[in-house]
């Protein structure tokens, strides 16, 4: 998957919606990245608030965004010979997010990576993800 360092600038594609959109930009704000993880990148390690993995699950449905038709797969769960794409984790859509005049895109896969791999977001997120009205 595309690696890019927690809170930089999101470059990664245009706006679904809005061709005209560059994608940097999102409901008026800029958009930082989040999450996009490296199998070759570290990554801050760290335990979850309570309810974040509960709350970007739920995101995952209500705040679902830039659909894409392929699959980005955990780059630390390998499939198992003869296993399909679907049978691992993967995502296919970012989560967006709006934090204190900054917006939020994180890959679909970012809950997997808090649950299954200790992944610890930037307290801003983290923040934005449990104050949101789609936080379970
Ligand atoms: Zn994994």
């Known amino acids: 998957?595309?690696?890019?360092?927690?809170?930089?600038?999101y470059t990664y594609d245009s706006d679904h919606w809005d061709p005209?959109?560059?994608?940097?930009?999102?409901?008026g704000v800029?958009?930082?990245?989040v999450g996009w993880l490296s199998g070759d990148k570290g990554y801050a390690n760290g335990s979850a608030p309570p309810g974040l993995v509960e709350a970007l699950k739920s995101m995952t449905r209500t705040h679902r965004a830039q659909q894409t038709r392929g699959f980005h797969l955990c780059p630390w769960c390998p499939l198992l010979p003869g296993a399909g794409y679907a049978d691992g984790p993967r995502?296919?859509?970012?989560?967006?997010?709006?934090?204190?005049?900054?917006?939020y895109a994180a890959p679909e896969l970012i809950a997997h990576y808090v649950e299954g791999h200790g992944y610890l977001p930037p307290a801003d997120f983290v923040a934005a993800v449990l104050s949101s009205d789609g936080a379970a």
């Not at 998957?1 to 600038?9: H, N, R, S």
């Open 1 to 9: 998957m595309t690696y890019y360092a927690d809170l930089t600038p």
């Open 20 to 27: 005209e959109a560059s994608g940097r930009l999102w409901q």
């Open 30 to 33: 800029p958009v930082l990245n």
């Open 91 to 103: 995502g296919s859509a970012e989560i967006r997010v709006m934090g204190r005049g900054v917006a």
